[in-house]
């Protein structure tokens, strides 16, 4: 499903933006509530922000919260992270991530990590 890396992931400076999109293939995503996850060495894989299936409802940590916006194309299988006023804690690998829950079945896909370096 995740066969798309995130993509728009570098180095940028302290205060800088960049925007990262992930998107899926082999089989439409828009049923499943979309995310993004961040790990950063010897650390914990931690939520980022996640996005409902209809692009309505968002949320995010609250370490990025007035930062970061998440946002998803349906039409074109793709989940996007804008992120401003970055700072050297951002930096990490980060992950999209799609998951679908139902009373009997909880489905989760990952996609490949992309780096975030963030200077200070």
């Known amino acids: 499903l995740m066969s798309a890396a995130g993509v728009g992931g570098g180095l940028v400076q302290a205060g800088g933006s960049l925007r990262l999109s992930c998107a899926a293939s082999g089989r439409t995503f828009s049923p499943y509530d979309m995310g993004w996850f961040r790990q950063a060495p010897g650390k914990e894989r931690e939520f980022v922000a996640a996005?409902?299936?209809?692009?309505?409802?968002?949320y995010y940590a609250d370490s990025v919260k007035g930062r970061f916006a998440i946002s998803r194309d349906n039409a074109k299988n793709t989940v996007y992270l804008q992120m401003n006023s970055l700072k050297p804690e951002d930096a990490a690998v980060y992950f999209c991530n799609a998951r679908r829950v139902g009373v009997d079945y909880d489905m989760e896909y990952w996609g490949k990590g992309t780096q975030v370096t963030v200077s200070s």
């Open positions: 996005v409902s299936r209809s692009g309505g409802s968002a």
